[in-house]
């Protein structure tokens, strides 16, 4: 059966409840979770008469408040984990792609379960809005079980 599980969050309620799920399951199956939050990246341009302007204060704020609050999900992770006495790491990792930052961090690991919450978009909305959880069952090669 699985043994490593990529456990994705974004911080909503749907997330957490996925990871109950997913350390309940490692936890009757032995294995071990490694949690996950992607930052997106961002182009921080100002624009100004006609220039472009970068305010590294602004940058750097955005930075640590980005930082905390993936903590601060994962930190969730970490302590149904424990409380369970399932083996946790966290990661905060960076990419443009969101989907792709997901499948490389799950090949890195070696896990082999990619699990992952879903809002449940539909219509117009899933159209524009693109779903993550839809890229990655598109494009991983590992398994990825959604949660609803």
């Known amino acids: 059966m699985f043994k490593h599980i990529l456990l994705t969050t974004d911080g909503s309620e749907l997330s957490e409840n996925a990871a109950r799920s997913a350390i309940a399951f490692a936890k009757s199956n032995g294995a071990r979770v490694t949690g996950l939050y992607v930052l997106q990246e961002y182009s921080p341009i100002l ?3 006609g220039f472009g302007y970068v305010d590294p204060a602004t ?5 640590k408040s980005a930082e905390s609050y993936a ?3 994962l930190s969730f992770i970490e302590k149904e984990a424990k409380s369970a006495g ?3 790491e966290v990661l905060v990792e960076t990419g ?6 997901i499948i490389d961090t799950a090949q890195q690991k070696g896990c082999d379960l990619i699990w992952m919450a879903s809002h449940g978009r539909r219509g117009v909305t899933g159209f524009l809005l693109g779903s993550e959880t839809t ?3 598109t494009h991983s090669p590992i398994p990825v079980l959604v949660y609803k």
């Not at 443009?96 to 930052?101: A, C, G, Q, R, S």
């Open 96 to 101: 443009f792609h969101v989907y792709e930052t």
């Open 135 to 137: 890229k990655v069952l």
């Open 47 to 49: 624009a100004t008469e």
């Open 59 to 63: 940058v750097e704020q955005f930075e």
């Open 71 to 73: 903590r601060n999900c």
């Open 86 to 88: 399932v083996e946790c």
